[in-house]
């Protein structure tokens, strides 16, 4: 009975070393200038409005339906991890756990009052990079793959400012992978909305 409570603190031992390596050990002048930029969300308003607009311009109608299904998958994934996961597990930032107390260099102004697990910076910019990558890979290329090491280096970025472990990352990569793929899998079904879908691109 004692074995898996004894394998989760392994878990949690192992997040919170991986943690401190990216925070502490992993520290750099450029990293610390450019990753608390660009782990937030208004850093990237120009790329959105720019990818809406041309959206609009090329596709028209498809490019709204388009933009609306976008919004929808990160609105869903957002309320998943905020209301769902975050709420039933309530696991404390490393900025405010005090194991670490004293440990985490917190990069940012304010630690934030939320829980850690999941990432929702995380959920949402996998979610955006899948749902881009699956429903415009044939304008993409190979191009595509940029999109994940973006949302990766936002999930990076959450670790080094401070305000959460890997585990948190890693879980909010799944959750915002998983369901946009299944969102991404349906706008694909539909041919009077999607603009390279599988009935449409035979």
């Known amino acids: 009975m004692l074995k898996k409570p004894i394998e989760l603190e392994n878990l949690g031992a192992l997040d919170r070393w991986l943690f401190k390596q990216i925070n502490s050990a992993g520290q750099n002048p450029f990293f610390d200038w450019l990753l608390p930029y660009w782990r937030t969300p208004s850093f990237w308003i120009p790329a959105y409005v720019l990818l809406l607009f041309l959206m609009i311009y090329r596709f028209k109608q498809k490019g709204a339906w388009w933009i609306f299904f976008l919004i929808s998958t990160v609105g869903t994934v957002d309320l998943i991890g905020n209301q769902l996961i975050k709420q039933t597990i309530q696991r404390l930032r490393p900025c405010n756990e005090p194991l670490l107390a004293g440990e985490v260099l917190l990069r940012i102004p304010a630690c934030g009052t939320g829980f850690s697990f999941i990432s929702n910076h995380a959920a949402n910019h996998f979610a ?39 585990g948190d990352v ?20 539909q041919p009077r909305f999607a603009i390279f879908g599988s009935e449409n691109s035979n």
Do not use: D, R
């Open 128 to 166: 955006i990079a899948t749902f881009m990558f699956l429903t415009l890979s044939q304008k993409l290329g190979k191009a595509g793959y940029l999109l994940f090491f973006w949302a990766f280096l936002v999930g990076y970025a959450q670790i080094y400012v401070g305000v959460h472990y890997p």
């Open 170 to 189: 890693l879980g909010g990569a799944i959750v915002g992978t998983i369901f946009a793929a299944l969102l991404a899998k349906q706008y694909n079904k």
